[in-house]
């Protein structure tokens, strides 16, 4: 052999035994995030006879969410009586696809029964009742899943966005320190839990400022683990600035962030509120045209993606509220795959965003 081929031979063995060493390259976001953070998404239970969109969700993400199916109504539509069999069949495919499960939520000021807070009379129940029903559902749901469930909601949206607390029939029936009251419940129920509290338009100061102050306030107490991002944004609002003061914010006081559910609404000056559309303020941005949906969405999940991976060593997940377009709860194109389940522009920018972090 001559020296050349030698050498050649060598430096193809080298680059074998390198490339063995590193694995292959990712091709799933799943592959891709490993070492940053979990990939998840929100599943209905209809989603399951969708072999093309289930399929697409187990091969790409590794965190599963039920997107109605473990709220109150879903799981105890009437006084003691429990129904999981929906919430059940999306944990058996989680659990056949190799997902965690996130479990989404124990309470909630929407899709909660009116029973829950009237009396045998009919009018408001008593604050014991209420108390007693609570634990109750909370005990019930948290044994049925013992050990299958990575990760709780415990309350959903208990803020406005000054930071004061907004109406819940919760809080009427329970008092102001419902919250403490909800996470003790929780922690009783199950001492190993990994608790959270979830809400959306947390860029706004005045109510990040009072999450990270609840939060830090229950962390003393062994109460709560987690904060959830819902991340409902748009393609302008919040701002890099506004967005990166959160995660900064919440990772000063020591709280896994999971970014609990990202869409981007493409349409013109409209966001998320957490229920429903709003028209975006002047100082929310988000007035102008978008000229080009598909690209500014590709862009927008590329530098929120980046944003995430800077604070890798708190975001523990980032989870997609919704498999494809069609399936959103929004209107317009907010995820990254299509009406047809197809990758989009943004699919890739956030598996080449992934790729380049690892
Ligand atoms: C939404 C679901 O996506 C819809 O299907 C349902 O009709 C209403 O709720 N914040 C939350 C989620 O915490 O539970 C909401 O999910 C979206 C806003």
């Given at each position: 052999?001559?020296?050349?081929?030698?050498?050649?031979?060598?430096?193809?063995?080298?680059?074998?035994?390198c490339?063995s060493?590193?694995?292959?390259?990712?091709?799933?976001?799943?592959?891709a995030?490993?070492?940053?953070?979990?990939?998840?998404v929100?599943?209905?239970y209809?989603?399951?006879?969708?072999?093309?969109?289930?399929?697409?969700?187990?091969?790409?993400?590794?965190?599963?969410?039920?997107?109605?199916?473990?709220?109150?109504?879903?799981?105890?539509?009437?006084?003691?009586q429990?129904?999981?069999?929906?919430?059940?069949?999306?944990?058996?495919?989680?659990?056949?696809?190799d997902?965690?499960?996130?479990?989404?939520t124990?309470?909630?000021?929407?899709?909660t029964?009116?029973?829950?807070?009237?009396?045998?009379?009919?009018?408001?129940?008593?604050?014991?009742?209420?108390?007693?029903?609570?634990k109750?559902?909370?005990?019930t749901?948290?044994?049925?899943?013992?050990?299958?469930?990575?990760?709780?909601?415990?309350?959903?949206?208990?803020?406005?966005?000054?930071?004061?607390?907004?109406?819940s029939?919760?809080?009427?029936?329970?008092?102001?320190?419902?919250?403490?009251?909800?996470f003790?419940?929780?922690?009783?129920?199950?001492?190993?839990?990994?608790?959270?509290?979830?809400?959306?338009?947390m860029?706004?100061?005045?109510?990040?400022?009072?999450?990270?102050?609840?939060?830090?306030?229950?962390?003393?107490?062994?109460?709560?683990?987690?904060?959830?991002l819902?991340?409902?944004?748009?393609?302008?609002?919040?701002?890099?600035?506004?967005?990166?003061?959160?995660?900064?914010?919440?990772?000063?006081?020591?709280?896994?962030?999971?970014?609990?559910?990202?869409?981007?609404?493409?349409?013109q000056?409209?966001?998320?509120?957490?229920?429903?559309?709003v028209r975006?303020?002047?100082?929310?941005?988000?007035?102008?045209?978008?000229?080009?949906?598909?690209?500014?969405?590709?862009?927008?999940?590329a530098?929120l993606?980046?944003?995430?991976?800077?604070?890798?060593?708190?975001?523990?997940?980032?989870?997609?509220?919704?498999?494809?377009?069609?399936?959103?709860?929004i209107?317009?194109?907010?995820?990254?795959?299509?009406?047809?389940?197809?990758?989009?522009?943004?699919?890739?920018?956030v598996?080449?965003?992934?790729?380049?972090?690892?």
């Amino acid at each position: 052999m001559k020296l050349t081929q030698l050498t050649v031979a060598l430096a193809a063995c080298l680059l074998a035994s390198c490339a063995s060493l590193v694995g292959p390259e990712p091709a799933t976001l799943r592959d891709a995030a490993k070492g940053s953070f979990k990939m998840g998404v929100a599943l209905p239970y209809r989603v399951l006879r969708d072999a093309q969109a289930s399929g697409n969700a187990g091969r790409e993400f590794n965190r599963l969410v039920c997107e109605n199916e473990m709220k109150f109504e879903s799981l105890q539509p009437r006084e003691g009586q429990f129904t999981f069999e929906q919430a059940d069949a999306l944990v058996k495919f989680a659990e056949e696809h190799d997902m965690e499960i996130h479990f989404h939520t124990l309470v909630w000021h929407a899709q909660t029964p009116q029973w829950v807070f009237r009396g045998p009379d009919g009018q408001q129940a008593s604050k014991e009742l209420v108390l007693q029903r609570l634990k109750t559902h909370i005990k019930t749901v948290m044994e049925h899943y013992k050990g299958k469930i990575a990760t709780w909601d415990v309350v959903n949206e208990a803020y406005n966005q000054d930071g004061s607390l907004r109406f819940s029939p919760w809080r009427s029936a329970l008092g102001d320190d419902y919250l403490r009251i909800c996470f003790q419940a929780a922690r009783e129920a199950d001492p190993k839990a990994v608790l959270i509290y979830n809400d959306f338009d947390m860029p706004h100061k005045g109510k990040r400022e009072a999450v990270a102050k609840m939060f830090a306030d229950f962390k003393k107490e062994g109460i709560i683990d987690g904060l959830g991002l819902q991340t409902h944004w748009n393609a302008t609002w919040p701002t890099m600035e506004d967005a990166e003061a959160t995660l900064k914010a919440f990772s000063d006081v020591g709280a896994k962030i999971y970014i609990s559910e990202m869409d981007i609404n493409t349409q013109q000056g409209m966001r998320n509120s957490g229920l429903g559309l709003v028209r975006t303020s002047e100082a929310e941005g988000g007035q102008g045209a978008i000229a080009d949906p598909d690209q500014a969405l590709a862009d927008r999940y590329a530098q929120l993606f980046g944003l995430f991976l800077k604070y890798k060593k708190n975001v523990e997940a980032v989870t997609l509220w919704g498999i494809a377009d069609h399936y959103s709860w929004i209107h317009g194109q907010p995820l990254i795959f299509d009406s047809k389940n197809e990758k989009k522009k943004a699919y890739f920018s956030v598996l080449e965003t992934l790729k380049k972090n690892r």
